[in-house]
């Protein structure tokens, strides 16, 4: 059982590490009301004691006999969220006196508002809150439920076993099954073969290794040996006594660690062994180590499998590329879940209900089977049925006893108990989102910022930074994906950031955990949205607006998202004027022509979101958003950036991307806080600073397609220079005809658009001072010759040449960029040949589809294919691929009436249907492998390898979300992966 409780421990330190930052700030002058700063000091050392008693109280909460340690651990938060508000108020009051001039302090102190009488009365509500703290920090002692608190509680009840004779009957694995038999019986020349089978939490990853451990052709190994880790808790000298106390080999009590790794490797290389690590899961110095505890650096024919729900793991862990499991079919996920609910198809009940809960399992087998042990442990009841297809999944788990269905989430618990507690406060906060949700991911960042969510440890990181990694470790593990968007050529030149969704079962996870916290209204019958609860993160729509009494709504939300596309100012009024406290709000998609007025009495706002709006100006009560971090104006009808936006000295988010009106922009040089800085696509734009060399903070800058600029001033170019911490500048679409020497003195550059710089001729040598560039992309630049400084380029990655018609030859340097992994010539029409130095790399793809056939032949005949010692048949298969699928776009072309006068437009033509050639270059004659990009007959990109009869998965490349690198993945859907 999840519950709000379960946020406590990352609600406190959040408070007190806001309390620590005023106290810092305001030394001593907060002492003139009622001794406020002792009050604080003393709440502070109260909640930095009481976090560490409550990461073992949230960990230890579960069961019936602990409703008393629930109880506790809410109030507690409630109390830690009552103290920030009051925190809030009082510098509010204080802010609001102090800004005003002396006869504005002099009508204030005769006013109802007058601040400073608030200032006492919260004073006094700071005492009374010190006091109940410290009262309640007792409580654990004084009603005896501490042992609950110090007790140990195992959620990974699964034991080391060999997991023969299971009866278990798997369904849909026998494809998946083959294709691990087949890896398991090759023989590597070089050592121990690891292989991973990675995906999210319930695909059936065990079950599939259990299958495997099972099969009689599995026999041929010696020892079979099953060792499940506890996730999150790589324990070497555990899984090294488990492995041996599975053979002949005697294992003593007192055997030292190295001891233990000695007689592992020892049955690795005299037996032949099949090891299965289960549920592995850790830190990356842990599971490097476990893989070299494992090595043995000799000949073996013993192999290891490891299931896990972790990408990065599987990646550290594996010798060769993970096996990527899928999700079952809907036919498959029926006939499990008919087993468990033991009912076939005819059952009335079944008729209804069956075939929308089977969808929901969406492919995943351990859901199928929980529903069907759900709708079975209460056979025939139609409203249990209907719940199986409605409820929320943690509804149903904490609706039904824990004897009579198989439970669904005991995984999930345990990778949240493992998260960090400031990533466990962002994860929660994502089911603000509705599922299927697409999640804005630069937005997401930008709201945990302002909602103080994100720590940077030892402020040695810029927080959004933070935040990044905080996605990544949710990606990792599946809790969050990415949204994989079509690209056309009409979006080449435009931002395309990346887009995440939140895994359905960890959207129930995250609700369930949140409780109270978080309120999502989509439609006015929404059972919940009567309940007046002091919600602190809400997303509401317009029927809900409209029919709801504004005194039902909760007054001290934090974030605020309207979807209210029907509602009236008035409506969305009302609610803020009950909201004081707001630092989100996100106004996006409302029908209103006007920032409504209570918006204006927000002064703990950092985030406002304004975009679509169909506003032509911004009121000048913006400038006293002192606070705010974050200003979204895309796509609105704006005409003037106003001077005032200079007094927003906090500002470090600058949305117009879209601004069709937008005309001037005053006093951007003033704010130096600047981190991000979007103008992209707004065409009116004519005139820019002359300089903006105060920007020194600046990370991302796009200024693409601001069309009536044919180029920059000479003046503003060479202020980029000081951009000392720009990673990702996009200046697609001027007309340059050489770039200034001084761009390579932006020397944290790591992503650069020049695309449809259709003039530009000449980069300039300094170019190869750009040490840290990782993506570049040049695609349309028909004029460009490149420069052999290329070589210096180390850090390049991603490199983008697609329709440079005039290039005739590329750098020879290419070949030193030894971490080169993509380069796109597509529609390169001149060039003659490929370097042959692009032998030199072990790993790298090539798109080659509308350059001439001299290119494709000789990067056939280059000397990769003499470094591979490729057999004839191989070269023979891969020139009929070739043919085979240039003649598909030759038929197609010819059917839909494509010439090479639609060259612009072809790309997205043939988006799903291309060539790519990739070389594998490892030195071993057993590994060499050149595969083809080909469609299947869905339509879908697999990887073919000429002489074999199977396919692979396709290449994996790092997703990159900016707008300099979004173009390296256009008419490329192997990179979407």
Same mark, same amino acid.
């Given at each position: 059982?999840f519950?709000?409780?379960?946020?406590?421990?990352?609600?406190? %330190?959040?408070?007190?590490?806001?309390?620590?930052?005023?106290? #810092?700030?305001?030394?001593?002058?907060?002492?003139?009301?009622?001794?406020?700063?002792?009050?604080?000091?003393?709440?502070?050392?109260?909640?930095?004691?009481?976090?560490?008693?409550?990461?073992?109280?949230?960990?230890?909460?579960?069961?019936?006999?602990?409703?008393?340690?629930?109880?506790?651990?809410?109030?507690?938060?409630?109390?830690?969220?009552?103290?920030?508000?009051?925190?809030?108020g009082?510098?509010?009051?204080?802010?609001?006196?102090?800004?005003?001039?002396?006869?504005?302090?002099?009508?204030?102190l005769?006013?109802?508002?007058?601040?400073?009488?608030?200032?006492?009365?919260?004073?006094?509500?700071?005492?009374?809150?010190?006091?109940?703290?410290?009262?309640?920090?007792?409580?654990?002692?004084q009603?005896?439920?501490? @042992?609950?608190?110090?007790?140990?509680?195992?959620?990974?009840?699964?034991?080391?076993?060999?997991?023969?004779? %299971?009866?278990?009957?798997?369904?849909?694995?026998?494809?998946?099954?083959?294709?691990?038999?087949?890896?398991?019986?090759?023989?590597?020349?070089?050592?121990?073969?690891?292989?991973?089978?990675?995906?999210?939490?319930?695909?059936?990853?065990?079950?599939?290794?259990?299958?495997?451990?099972?099969?009689?052709?599995?026999?041929?190994?010696?020892?079979?040996?099953?060792?499940?880790? @506890?996730?999150?808790?790589?324990?070497?000298?555990?899984i090294?006594?488990?492995?041996?106390?599975?053979?002949?080999?005697?294992i003593?009590?007192?055997?030292?660690?190295?001891?233990?790794?000695?007689?592992?490797?020892?049955?690795?290389?005299?037996?032949?062994?099949? *090891?299965?690590?289960?549920?592995?899961?850790?830190?990356?110095?842990?599971?490097?180590?476990?893989?070299?505890?494992?090595?043995?650096?000799?000949?073996?024919?013993?192999?290891?499998i490891?299931?896990?729900?972790?990408?990065?793991?599987?990646?550290?862990?594996?010798?060769? =590329?993970?096996?990527?499991?899928?999700?079952?079919?809907?036919? %498959?996920?029926?006939?499990?879940?008919?087993?468990?609910?033991?009912?076939?198809?005819?059952?009335?009940?079944?008729?209804?209900?069956?075939?929308?809960?089977?969808?929901?399992?969406e492919? *995943?087998?351990?859901?199928?089977?929980f529903?069907?042990?759900?709708?079975?442990?209460?056979?025939?009841?139609?409203?249990?049925?209907?719940a199986?297809?409605?409820?929320?999944?943690?509804?149903?788990?904490?609706?039904?006893?824990?004897?009579?269905?198989?439970?669904?989430?005991?995984?999930?618990? *345990?990778?949240y108990?493992?998260?960090?507690?400031?990533?466990?406060?962002?994860?929660?906060?994502?089911?603000?989102?509705?599922?299927?949700?697409?999640?804005?991911?630069?937005?997401?960042?930008?709201?945990?910022?302002?909602?103080?969510?994100?720590?940077?440890?030892? #402020?040695t990181?810029?927080?959004?930074?933070?935040?990044?990694?905080?996605?990544?470790?949710?990606?990792?593990?599946?809790?969050?994906?990415?949204?994989?968007?079509?690209?056309?050529?009409?979006?080449i030149?435009?931002?395309?950031?990346?887009?995440?969704?939140?895994?359905?079962?960890?959207?129930?996870?995250?609700?369930?955990?949140?409780?109270?916290?978080?309120?999502?209204?989509?439609?006015?019958?929404?059972?919940?949205?009567?309940?007046?609860?002091?919600?602190?993160?809400?997303?509401?729509?317009?029927?809900?607006?409209?029919?709801?009494?504004?005194?039902?709504?909760?007054?001290?939300?934090?974030?605020?998202?309207?979807?209210?596309?029907?509602?009236?100012?008035?409506?969305?009024?009302?609610?803020?004027?009950?909201?004081?406290?707001?630092?989100?709000?996100?106004?996006?998609?409302?029908?209103?022509?006007?920032?409504?007025?209570p918006?204006?009495?927000?002064?703990?706002?950092?985030?406002?979101?304004?975009?679509?709006?169909?506003?032509?100006?911004?009121?000048?009560?913006?400038? $006293?958003?002192?606070?705010?971090?974050?200003?979204?104006? @895309?796509?609105?009808e704006?005409?003037?950036? =106003?001077?005032?936006?200079?007094?927003?000295?906090?500002?470090?988010?600058?949305?117009?991307?879209?601004?069709?009106?937008?005309?001037?922009?005053?006093?951007?040089?003033?704010?130096?806080?600047?981190?991000?800085?979007?103008?992209?696509?707004c065409?009116?734009?004519?005139?820019?600073?002359?300089?903006?060399?105060?920007l020194?903070?600046?990370?991302?800058?796009?200024?693409?397609?601001?069309?009536?600029?044919?180029?920059l001033?000479?003046?503003?170019?060479?202020?980029?220079?000081?951009?000392?911490?720009?990673?990702?500048?996009?200046?697609?679409?001027?007309?340059?005809?050489?770039?200034?020497?001084?761009? $390579?003195?932006?020397?944290?550059?790591?992503?650069?658009n020049?695309s449809?710089?259709?003039?530009?001729?000449?980069?300039p040598?300094?170019?190869?001072?750009?040490?840290?560039?990782?993506?570049?992309?040049?695609?349309?630049?028909?004029?460009?010759?490149?420069?052999? @400084?290329?070589?210096?380029?180390?850090?390049?990655?991603f490199?983008?040449?697609?329709?440079?018609r005039?290039?005739?030859?590329?750098?020879?340097?290419?070949?030193?960029?030894?971490?080169?992994?993509?380069? %796109?010539?597509?529609?390169?029409? #001149?060039?003659?040949?490929? =370097?042959?130095?692009?032998?030199?790399?072990?790993?790298?793809?090539?798109?080659?589809?509308?350059?001439?056939?001299c290119?494709?032949?000789s990067?056939?005949?280059?000397?990769?294919?003499?470094?591979?010692?490729?057999?004839?048949?191989?070269?023979?298969?891969?020139?009929?691929?070739i043919?085979?699928?240039?003649?598909?776009?030759?038929?197609?072309?010819?059917?839909?009436g494509?010439?090479?006068?639609d060259?612009?437009?072809?790309?997205?033509?043939?988006?799903?249907?291309?060539?790519?050639?990739?070389?594998?270059?490892?030195?071993?004659?057993?590994?060499?492998?050149?595969?083809?990009?080909?469609?299947?007959?869905n339509?879908?990109?697999?990887?073919?390898?000429?002489?074999?009869?199977?396919?692979?998965?396709?290449?994996?490349?790092?997703?990159?979300?900016?707008?300099?690198?979004?173009?390296?993945?256009?008419?490329?859907?192997?990179?979407?992966?």
């Amino acid at each position: 059982m999840f519950g709000p409780e379960m946020l406590v421990a990352a609600a406190v %330190n959040q408070v007190a590490r806001k309390i620590t930052d005023v106290l #810092g700030v305001a030394h001593g002058e907060v002492k003139l009301c009622c001794s406020f700063s002792d009050d604080l000091e003393s709440i502070k050392d109260t909640l930095v004691y009481l976090e560490g008693l409550l990461k073992k109280a949230e960990n230890n909460s579960f069961g019936k006999d602990r409703a008393n340690l629930r109880f506790w651990l809410g109030q507690i938060k409630s109390l830690a969220y009552d103290i920030e508000d009051i925190v809030d108020g009082y510098y509010s009051s204080k802010e609001q006196y102090d800004g005003s001039g002396y006869a504005q302090k002099g009508s204030l102190l005769c006013s109802l508002s007058n601040p400073m009488l608030s200032k006492v009365s919260m004073v006094y509500k700071m005492k009374s809150k010190r006091e109940l703290l410290q009262t309640r920090q007792h409580l654990p002692t004084q009603y005896h439920f501490i @042992s609950h608190i110090n007790s140990v509680v195992n959620f990974d009840q699964k034991q080391t076993t060999s997991y023969r004779n %299971n009866d278990n009957q798997i369904v849909g694995r026998d494809q998946d099954m083959e294709h691990l038999m087949d890896m398991l019986t090759l023989i590597n020349a070089k050592e121990l073969t690891i292989i991973s089978i990675v995906g999210p939490v319930g695909l059936g990853k065990t079950s599939l290794a259990q299958l495997i451990f099972n099969d009689s052709r599995a026999e041929r190994f010696k020892f079979r040996i099953w060792v499940h880790v @506890s996730m999150g808790n790589i324990s070497l000298e555990k899984i090294g006594r488990d492995v041996v106390l599975q053979t002949t080999q005697r294992i003593e009590g007192s055997m030292q660690m190295q001891s233990i790794k000695n007689a592992v490797q020892d049955i690795l290389n005299k037996h032949t062994s099949l *090891i299965v690590l289960d549920s592995l899961w850790g830190k990356d110095e842990e599971v490097n180590d476990l893989k070299q505890m494992f090595l043995t650096g000799r000949k073996t024919e013993s192999k290891i499998i490891v299931t896990t729900h972790s990408s990065k793991v599987a990646e550290l862990i594996s010798t060769v =590329p993970p096996y990527k499991l899928s999700s079952l079919s809907e036919d %498959n996920c029926s006939r499990i879940f008919s087993q468990r609910a033991m009912t076939g198809q005819t059952d009335p009940l079944f008729r209804e209900y069956g075939q929308e809960i089977v969808r929901r399992c969406e492919g *995943i087998p351990l859901v199928a089977t929980f529903l069907g042990s759900v709708v079975n442990a209460q056979r025939q009841r139609r409203e249990i049925w209907k719940a199986a297809k409605d409820e929320d999944m943690w509804k149903i788990e904490e609706d039904f006893p824990e004897n009579k269905i198989l439970q669904l989430f005991p995984s999930f618990k *345990i990778i949240y108990y493992s998260m960090p507690h400031e990533l466990r406060l962002c994860f929660v906060y994502c089911s603000i989102f509705p599922k299927g949700y697409a999640i804005d991911k630069k937005k997401l960042i930008q709201q945990w910022i302002a909602l103080e969510m994100i720590e940077s440890k030892h #402020g040695t990181l810029p927080l959004d930074v933070t935040a990044e990694k905080y996605i990544d470790e949710l990606k990792d593990i599946y809790f969050l994906q990415v949204l994989e968007r079509p690209q056309t050529n009409a979006e080449i030149s435009k931002s395309s950031d990346e887009m995440l969704c939140m895994n359905n079962l960890a959207h129930d996870l995250a609700r369930s955990v949140s409780g109270e916290d978080i309120l999502v209204i989509l439609d006015a019958e929404n059972e919940r949205c009567n309940r007046n609860y002091d919600y602190r993160y809400a997303q509401v729509s317009a029927s809900s607006l409209q029919s709801i009494d504004s005194k039902a709504w909760p007054s001290k939300a934090r974030s605020l998202i309207f979807k209210t596309s029907g509602a009236e100012l008035q409506h969305v009024s009302e609610v803020l004027s009950v909201n004081k406290y707001l630092r989100v709000l996100d106004l996006s998609g409302c029908s209103i022509k006007e920032i409504p007025a209570p918006v204006f009495q927000l002064k703990q706002l950092r985030y406002l979101d304004a975009s679509t709006l169909s506003i032509t100006d911004l009121p000048p009560q913006i400038s $006293g958003f002192h606070k705010l971090q974050t200003l979204d104006l @895309s796509e609105t009808e704006v005409t003037e950036l =106003p001077a005032f936006i200079g007094n927003l000295k906090m500002l470090n988010y600058l949305n117009l991307q879209g601004c069709q009106k937008l005309l001037r922009l005053n006093n951007l040089d003033l704010l130096h806080e600047l981190n991000y800085l979007n103008l992209s696509c707004c065409p009116e734009v004519r005139r820019f600073p002359a300089s903006l060399e105060n920007l020194r903070k600046l990370r991302f800058f796009n200024l693409s397609e601001c069309s009536k600029l044919p180029t920059l001033p000479d003046e503003l170019l060479q202020s980029f220079s000081s951009f000392s911490s720009i990673v990702d500048l996009n200046l697609s679409g001027f007309e340059f005809r050489m770039l200034p020497d001084i761009f $390579g003195n932006i020397c944290s550059l790591q992503f650069l658009n020049l695309s449809k710089c259709s003039k530009l001729e000449l980069l300039p040598q300094s170019f190869g001072q750009l040490a840290y560039l990782r993506g570049l992309n040049l695609s349309f630049c028909s004029e460009l010759k490149l420069p052999e @400084s290329f070589e210096y380029l180390t850090s390049l990655q991603f490199l983008n040449l697609s329709h440079c018609r005039s290039v005739e030859y590329l750098p020879s340097s290419l070949g030193k960029l030894s971490n080169l992994k993509y380069l %796109n010539l597509s529609q390169c029409i #001149g060039l003659k040949a490929l =370097p042959k130095s692009l032998s030199n790399h072990k790993k790298i793809q090539i798109e080659v589809f509308g350059c001439q056939d001299c290119v494709v032949q000789s990067f056939l005949s280059s000397g990769s294919c003499q470094s591979h010692q490729c057999s004839q048949s191989e070269e023979v298969a891969t020139r009929s691929a070739i043919s085979d699928i240039t003649q598909e776009h030759a038929n197609r072309d010819k059917k839909e009436g494509i010439t090479a006068s639609d060259e612009v437009d072809y790309p997205r033509n043939i988006l799903k249907q291309k060539l790519t050639l990739d070389y594998h270059m490892d030195g071993q004659k057993s590994d060499a492998t050149k595969f083809i990009n080909k469609p299947n007959s869905n339509g879908e990109i697999v990887q073919v390898i000429p002489g074999h009869q199977f396919t692979l998965s396709p290449s994996h490349f790092p997703s990159i979300a900016s707008s300099s690198s979004a173009v390296f993945a256009s008419g490329s859907s192997s990179l979407s992966q």
